[in-house]
């Protein structure tokens, strides 16, 4: 079993839409997780950070984490075609260090 | 305030040949780590350092490769010897802090002819 599982894709959406991204963890001691944007040929950008259970917005974007299940979400809202990309989902534990990355999920938003 | 710089961008080498493969952290990060990413693939952890330390090489071939941050200078990943599947991009990222938000240089993509 991977330590960080992502929905193996790819996701289509109409642009407009709510694209949804999984991610499963299997490190009960992981405490923060992270979401990475990454085009094609471009190092991974960092969209969103999630310590704590609930849900965290920034502007088109929502994380959700839900720790007894070991269970993060992106939510991005009214699709644009440049979100079009790979999104990769990250755990840190915090005595570690490093991240632990999923496969990543390809997203199109088609116009 | 630069981002982290990675050099070369692109590095070609025939096999048996050594790469080495430079990483210059953000202002005031202190920590480093170095990942690869074959295609189709996430990133793979390979190294974290500190200046001068080795923190964790759990994700490092126990052969032909090695990875240090001197004091001064950037931080250096150098394979000896490659072969065919050492092809991959190569990012560094760094943090102010073990803990902190990584930040990704634009990676280094070699390959082995």
């Known amino acids: 079993q991977k330590e960080v599982e992502q929905n193996s894709g790819p996701l289509s959406v109409p642009e407009g839409a709510i694209a949804s991204l999984n991610c499963t963890y299997s490190d009960r001691g992981s405490q923060s997780f992270f979401w990475y944007r990454q085009y094609s040929g471009k190092s991974p950008e960092l969209i969103m950070f999630?310590?704590?259970?609930g849900d965290k917005e920034d502007g088109r974007f929502t994380a959700q984490l839900n720790k007894a299940s070991q269970y993060v979400s992106l939510l991005i809202r009214d699709s644009q075609p440049s979100d079009s990309a790979t999104y990769l989902c990250a755990s840190k534990n915090t005595n570690a260090g490093k991240s632990t990355f999923g496969d990543g999920t390809t997203l199109t938003v088609k116009p | 305030n630069a981002g982290v710089m990675q050099n070369p961008r692109h590095l070609v080498r025939r096999r048996g040949q050594e790469a080495r493969l430079r990483c210059s952290p953000m202002k005031g990060h202190s920590h480093v780590y170095w990942y690869r990413q074959l295609p189709e693939e996430g990133l793979k952890f390979m190294v974290y350092?500190?200046?001068?330390?080795?923190?964790?090489e759990s994700g490092m071939p126990k052969e032909r490769f090695s990875a240090e941050f001197p004091k001064e200078g950037p931080s250096i990943l150098r394979i000896q010897q490659v072969v065919r599947g050492d092809s991959a991009a190569y990012f560094c990222?760094?943090?102010?802090?073990?803990?902190?938000?990584?930040?990704f240089g634009q990676g280094t993509r070699l390959t082995v002819v």
């Open positions: 350092l500190q200046k001068e330390n080795i923190i964790d």
């Open positions: 990222a760094s943090s102010p802090q073990g803990q902190g938000n990584s930040f």
């Open positions: 999630i310590y704590s259970n």
